[in-house]
């Protein structure tokens, strides 16, 4: 088992910045990635930004590249998104995963955390 806490949500104005982060408890060797997902109200789940456990590879949505990072700290077992240069559209209840691949085969998730963009 994985256990999964996101923490870092709120409410900025367009153009602000956010750091989320996703702390990591349990097995979590078992697993060679972890990613961000975003759900807005209405839409489907999309991938944000996922990471290798080695830091070595990522890989972002193309709505979020360029404005978002993605970083992990495997001695502290913690993953970061920060977020940049938001946008009303990026919305969403944010959830950090635990997958096997980078950004699919996701079996463990957080809770999520709110992230509200305002105009």
């Known amino acids: 088992q994985v256990q999964l806490v996101e923490s870092g949500g709120g409410l900025v104005q367009a153009g602000g910045s956010l750091r989320l982060s996703c702390a990591a408890s349990?097995?979590?060797?078992?697993?060679?990635?972890m990613g961000w997902f975003r759900r807005a109200p209405g839409k489907e789940r999309e991938l944000v930004a996922a990471?290798?456990?080695?830091?070595?590879?990522?890989n972002y949505g193309t709505s979020v590249k360029g404005r978002f990072t993605i970083s992990g700290d495997n001695a502290q077992n913690t993953v970061t998104l920060q977020l940049n240069s938001l946008k009303p559209e990026d919305t969403a209840v944010y959830y950090c995963?635990?997958?096997?691949?980078?950004?699919?085969?996701?079996?463990?998730w957080g809770q999520g955390t709110q992230v509200t963009v305002s105009s």
């Open positions: 349990g097995r979590t060797f078992s697993y060679l990635a």
């Open positions: 990471i290798s456990s080695s830091g070595g590879r990522t």
């Open positions: 995963a635990a997958c096997l691949g980078l950004g699919y085969e996701c079996r463990y």
